[in-house]
């Protein structure tokens, strides 16, 4: 066993360059995808745009909203009266209907379903004109 070694084989050069272009081309791709609008353009019925914080948009302290959803009819809240003030469903019906340059048609209140799941939340509807 003192003859010569045999060589190792090289790999293909077209087969690195192959290789590493997977890795090269997801880079690409995520730079790309970066660079586009970061916001998103999609709007809500009544014109209000997607990326509105619609619990900032309500008026109602952060503390008392747990919900705030766009339905056909209008909206649907869903708060904590004890962490509200006295007039929490006006506000909340003037500032919503607002986003949509609507007034406020009618609040009406909704019956709690499961009254366990958020102990003492109420749930009301605004209807804009």
Do not use: K
């Not at 790309?32 to 998103?40: N, P, V």
């Not at 747990?66 to 909206?75: H, L, N």
């Not at 649907?76 to 962490?83: N, T």
């Not at 509200?84 to 340059?101: F, I, M």
């Amino acid at each position: 066993m003192t003859g010569q070694r045999a060589t190792e084989p090289q790999p293909n050069p077209v087969q690195m360059a192959s290789g590493r272009g997977v890795p090269m081309s997801l880079i690409a791709l995520l730079t790309l995808t970066a660079c586009g609008d970061r916001m998103t353009g999609d709007i809500l019925p009544g014109g209000i745009p997607a990326r509105t914080n619609l619990h900032q948009a309500s008026g109602l302290p952060p503390a008392s909203v747990r919900t705030v959803a766009r339905r056909d009819f209008g909206w649907r809240v869903i708060y904590q009266p004890s962490a509200a003030p006295p007039n929490a469903e006006s506000q909340a019906a003037v500032a919503l209907c607002g986003l949509e340059r609507r007034a406020p048609l009618r609040i009406v209140q909704q019956p709690r379903i499961d009254p366990f799941a958020d102990p003492g939340a109420r749930i009301f509807d605004i209807h804009c004109a």
